[in-house]
């Protein structure tokens, strides 16, 4: 079992659609969970991170983080076709420099 | 200012053949990172250096693989005796050091997508 699943895709949704995009996790050092898009031929870009459990909310975006069920989300908002790319989940343990630890990355397509 | 920069783009070579794949970081970036992207799949952790020094290289996946980053900044990943397998995008990554339990964005470069044929 990886230390990070996230749900499978890919995901197709018309424009103005709330997403959901979601992962667990099996490692309870986790300390840092973030979400990356990553468009075609391109570098992860960094999203929104969270420290710790509760939520992040930044536009359209907000993330969720509950540790005690090892699983967070982030949720997108009046979808547009520009949202259309592969999102990663992301995750470390506390300390200023460490890896990270990716999900498998989702695709999603928001159709106009 | 110039984001990661990552030389070459493509790479193409052969079984057995030794490649290098080299990145520049952000200015004034201590930490550098490297990941391994297959197709279909998230970044996996490579090699993280803190200045010239390997912090953590328990991700290279066997000794054919090395990094070095002799003066501090620019890092270059060598590839021995390249397999099929080792075809993916390698994908390296910067931050800032700052005080511990704080939080220091790693910025992506682009990638090298190398193909062993």
């Known amino acids: 079992q990886k230390e990070v699943e996230q749900d499978p895709g890919p995901l197709s949704v018309p424009e103005g659609a709330i997403v959901s995009l979601n992962c667990t996790y099996s490692?309870?050092?986790?300390?840092?969970f973030m979400w990356y898009r990553q468009y075609s031929r391109k570098g992860p870009e960094l999203l929104m991170y969270t420290y710790s459990s509760g939520n992040k909310e930044d536009g359209r975006f907000t993330a969720q983080v509950d540790k005690s069920s090892k699983y967070i989300s982030l949720f997108i908002r009046d979808s547009q076709p520009s949202d259309s790319a592969t999102y990663l989940c992301?995750?470390?343990?506390?300390?200023?420099?460490?890896?990270?630890?990716f999900g498998k990355g989702i695709t999603l397509s928001v159709r106009p | 200012g110039a984001g990661v920069s990552q030389t070459p783009s493509n790479k193409v070579t052969e079984k057995g053949k030794y490649v290098e794949l080299r990145c520049d970081p952000i200015s004034g970036h201590t930490a550098l990172y490297w990941y391994r992207q297959s197709l279909g799949q998230g970044p996996e952790f490579l090699i993280y250096?803190?200045?010239?020094?390997?912090?953590?290289d328990s991700g290279l996946p066997n000794d054919r693989f090395f990094a070095v980053r002799p003066e501090g900044s620019v890092s270059t990943l060598k590839i021995q005796r390249t397999e099929r397998g080792d075809s993916a995008v390698y994908l390296c990554a910067s931050s800032l050091i700052t005080a511990a339990f704080s939080y220091n964005e790693q910025f992506f470069g682009p990638g090298t997508r190398l193909t062993v044929l």
């Open positions: 490692n309870s050092a986790f300390q840092y």
């Open positions: 992301a995750m470390r343990v506390s300390g200023a420099n460490s890896k990270l630890t």
């Open positions: 250096f803190q200045g010239t020094g390997a912090a953590d």
